[in-house]
Nanobody, 123 residues
Framework: EVQLQASGGGLVQAGGSLRLSCVAS????????IGWFRQAPGKEREAVSS?????????YAESVKGRFTISSTRSKNPTAWLLMNSLKPEDTAVYYC???????????????WGKGTQVTVSS
């Protein structure tokens, strides 16, 4: 059974940092990419960051560039992290990790999703 488990969310003050983790298991194929997405209350889900397993290229939404950093073990069942610095209240959302079997850069092809982890940034 394919599983993606995200963790590391919490409550942090503006300007603070959090590191999210995502552990994948049960994949029988090599993941092409892993990504992070988020959904704030009343808003649509949006892409945050992705990492291509084949070449290690990383992609970021404009709103998080320079503040967030994605990394991954780039293995068949990868573990990925999202280091979030200089957090802002508008970063408050449920964060999800996802795996793409066939990655379409920068944020396409994600088919496998985990349950999210809540990030709340207070002002």
């Amino acid at each position: 059974e394919v599983q993606l488990q995200a963790s590391g969310g919490g409550l942090v003050q503006a300007g603070g940092s959090l590191r999210l983790s995502c552990v994948a298991s049960g994949f029988t194929f090599d993941a092409d990419a892993i990504g992070w997405f988020r959904q704030a209350p009343g808003k649509e889900r949006e892409a945050v960051s992705s990492l291509s397993n084949s070449d290690g290229k990383t992609y970021y939404a404009e709103s998080v560039k320079g503040r967030f950093t994605i990394s991954s073990t780039r293995s068949k069942n990868p573990t990925a992290w999202l280091l979030m610095n200089s957090l802002k209240p508008e970063d408050t959302a449920v964060y999800y990790c996802a795996v793409a079997r066939w990655f379409v850069p920068p944020f396409g092809g994600f088919y496998y999703w985990g349950k999210g982890t809540q990030v709340t940034v207070s002002s």
